[in-house]
């Protein structure tokens, strides 16, 4: 049973480009969280989505936002990248009505 | 509004030695409240949970918290930690807001653990 699968594992992007990341669910989830962690930082809460909606957002600009497909799956958007977005960016899922996430190892994205 | 408050950034702690990392809480809801463990360059893995029931609870690789209302507090701790341990522990609440499940984290304890 495969878990939280992220891709890509690393990326270096240039500030002002925009950047794409996937997270595939642990199978039977439906509800995908994401989460950037700054280095030394613990999570900072992005948004979550579920049935497709983004239901709801922490304190990130316009310029993060995401989609989730019918498969669950999700994407995160960054655009007009700054230097202070490098980050590791994590997707976790759950159950919608269960307590307590699974996560991925992550996106490692370095902005030069 | 909940927040995490994890009071010490690193505990050095000798091999076979016991060890106890602090978390308190705040939250003007019911909570439920988490341990996760993130070695280097990985993820977050789910060391142990409260849900209800039983105020200590037993996770994985031998670790186990306690939850105190009274004092918000819900520390992680384990009698004899080994050289495998050294890592960083986080500790999240996860309440209700507008319904939804959403969880905050602390800002993390590195755990280093000296032979």
């Known amino acids: 049973d495969a878990g939280v699968t992220q891709s890509p594992t690393h990326l270096i992007k240039t500030r002002g480009q925009q950047v794409t990341l996937r997270c595939s669910p642990k199978?039977?989830?439906?509800?995908v969280s994401w989460y950037q962690q700054a280095l030394g930082q613990g999570p900072q809460f992005i948004f979550q989505?579920?049935?497709?909606?983004?239901?709801q957002r922490g304190n990130f600009p316009d310029r993060f936002s995401g989609h989730q497909f019918p498969n669950y799956s999700s994407e995160l958007n960054v655009n007009a990248l700054l230097l202070g977005d490098s980050a590791l960016y994590l997707c976790?899922?759950?159950?919608?009505?269960?307590?307590?996430?699974?996560f991925g190892s992550g996106t490692r994205l370095t902005v030069v | 509004a909940q927040s995490v408050t994890q009071l010490d950034s690193q505990v050095p702690v000798f091999e076979e030695a016991p060890v106890e990392l602090r978390c308190n809480y705040s939250?003007?809801?019911?909570?439920?409240l988490f341990w996760y463990v993130q070695y280097p360059n990985q993820g977050l893995q789910l060391l142990l949970k409260y849900l209800s029931g039983s105020t200590l609870v037993k996770g994985i690789n031998g670790f186990e918290a306690e939850f105190n209302k009274s004092q918000t507090s819900f520390h992680l701790r384990k009698p004899s930690v080994h050289i495998s341990d050294t890592a960083e522990y986080f500790c999240a609440v996860s309440g209700s807001s507008g319904g939804y499940q959403k969880v905050t984290f602390g800002t993390g304890t590195k755990l280093q653990v000296i032979p």
């Open positions: 939250s003007s809801v019911s909570v439920y």
């Open positions: 976790a899922s759950s159950r919608d009505s269960s307590y307590g996430y699974t």
């Open positions: 199978s039977g989830h439906d509800t």
């Open positions: 989505y579920y049935e497709e909606e983004e239901r």
